[in-house]
């Protein structure tokens, strides 16, 4: 069982930046991939990038790539989304989610935190 815990959402103008911090509870978050997940009001929840277990493998959606960065320290049991030159179609809640599967974790995780908000003002 690993539970998830987002932080670092909030109001920014667009082009901006923001870090958001999933915190993991459990001795095993070196051995789960994670990804963090959006969703915009009236949408569906979408992926946004996943990191393997060891850091080594990062993904992203097209609409992020180049402008977030994934990344995770197992020392911490944090995983980290850095996101940059921010638009306002960015504006969603974030999920943090994990599941022991690196395809699994970018489409049905098995573990989701409860969300952050990021808003992007224009």
């Known amino acids: 069982q690993v539970q998830l815990v987002e932080s670092g959402g909030g109001l920014v103008q667009a082009g901006g930046s923001l870090r958001l911090s999933c915190a993991a509870s459990g001795r095993t978050f070196s051995t789960y991939s994670m990804g963090w997940f959006r969703q915009a009001p009236g949408k569906e929840r979408d992926f946004v990038a996943a990191i393997s277990w060891s850091g080594v493998r990062t993904y992203y959606a097209t609409s992020v790539k180049g402008r977030f960065t994934i990344s995770r320290d197992n020392a911490k049991n944090t995983v980290y989304l850095r996101m940059n030159s921010l638009k306002p179609e960015d504006t969603a809640l974030y999920y943090c989610?994990?599941?022991?599967?690196?395809?699994?974790?970018?489409?049905?995780?098995?573990?989701w935190g409860q969300g952050t908000q990021v808003t992007v003002s224009s």
């Open positions: 989610a994990a599941d022991s599967d690196t395809n699994q974790v970018m489409g049905e995780p098995a573990y």
